[in-house]
C-alpha cells in the first residue's frame, strides 16, 4: 500500500542550529514529493516540491530537499533554524495523473531561544 | 482576499444538528478539495472535484455531503455527525494542467466540534 513515513513526531532544537526532518515514501513507482508547513490555526503552505531533475530541490524560507531514490526518502533541511519556523512539517506524495495527495503524520518543530 | 477561504473558522454543532461549511477560492483554480485533520492521523483526503465533476470520493460516510456548484466555490454538508467527526476541516485547490503535479493552496480551515 502506499504510504508516507514521517518517523519523527516531535522535534526540538534550539535557534541557529541546523534542521532535518526525515520523510520516506512507499510507492510503486516515483511519485511526486512535496513539504507543507502548518503553522497554529492555519492552513498548509508549500515549502518545496520535487518532479525530476536535480535531486536536491531548494524551497522557500530558507529550506531545501534532497530526494535519494535508493532510500525512498526526501528528507528536509535547513542550515540554521529561525524561532518563526516553529510549527508542523508535512511530507506529501503524489502520482502523476490522480489526486490522490497522500500526506504523512506530520513533525512538530519547536524551536528554542 | 486571501486565495483560499473557509467559513466558518470554528462550528460546534449537536449530533441532530445540519450544518454546512463553505469554501472559496479566488485563485482560478479547476480543482477542489476537502480534507480531515485529526490529532495524530494523517491529513484524509474525503473529496475532489475536477471542472465541478466530482474524481474522488474516499469512502467517506454519507453523514457528509459534498457541493460544487462552480469552480470557485465549494461545501460540504453535515447532518447527524458523530463526535469522532470532530477535527479540522481543510479544503484546498489547484490547477489541473497536470493531475498530481500541482501543488495544493489551502484555507485555514474549519474547527468543527460534535457534541
Known amino acids: 500500500a502506499q504510504s508516507v513515513t514521517q518517523p519523527d513526531i516531535h522535534i526540538t532544537v534550539s535557534e541557529g542550529a541546523s534542521l532535518e526532518l526525515r520523510c520516506n515514501y512507499s510507492?510503486?513507482?516515483?511519485?511526486?514529493l512535496f513539504w507543507y508547513v502548518q503553522s497554529p490555526g492555519q492552513g498548509l503552505q508549500l515549502l518545496l516540491k520535487?518532479?525530476?531533475?536535480?535531486?536536491l530541490v531548494q524551497g522557500i524560507k530558507g529550506f531545501e530537499a534532497e530526494f535519494k531514490r535508493s532510500q525512498s526518502s526526501f528528507n528536509l533541511r535547513k542550515p540554521s533554524v529561525h524561532w518563526s519556523d516553529a510549527a508542523e512539517y508535512f511530507c506529501?506524495?503524489?502520482?502523476?495523473?490522480?489526486?490522490?495527495?497522500?500526506f504523512g503524520t506530520g513533525t512538530r518543530l519547536k524551536v528554542l531561544a | 482576499e486571501t486565495g483560499v477561504t473557509q467559513t466558518p473558522r470554528h462550528l460546534v454543532m449537536g449530533m441532530t444538528n445540519k450544518k454546512s461549511l463553505k469554501c472559496e477560492q479566488h485563485?482560478?483554480?479547476?480543482?477542489m478539495y476537502w480534507y480531515k485533520q485529526s490529532a495524530k492521523k494523517p491529513l484524509e483526503l474525503m473529496f475532489v472535484?475536477?471542472?465541478?465533476?466530482?474524481?474522488e470520493n474516499n469512502s467517506v460516510p454519507s453523514r457528509f455531503s459534498p457541493e460544487c456548484p462552480n469552480s470557485s466555490h465549494l461545501f460540504l454538508h453535515l447532518h447527524t455527525l458523530q463526535p469522532e467527526d470532530s477535527a479540522l476541516y481543510l479544503c484546498?485547490?489547484?490547477?489541473?494542467?497536470?493531475?498530481?503535479?500541482?501543488?495544493?493552496?489551502f484555507g485555514s480551515g474549519t474547527q468543527l466540534s460534535v457534541l
Open positions: 484546498a485547490s489547484s490547477q489541473d494542467g497536470d493531475p498530481g503535479g500541482e501543488k495544493l493552496f
Open positions: 510507492y510503486g513507482a516515483t511519485p511526486y
Open positions: 520535487y518532479f525530476s531533475g536535480d535531486t
Open positions: 506529501a506524495v503524489v502520482l502523476s495523473g490522480t489526486y490522490k495527495y497522500i
Open positions: 485563485l482560478g483554480h479547476n480543482a
Open positions: 472535484y475536477s471542472l465541478e465533476e466530482r474524481v
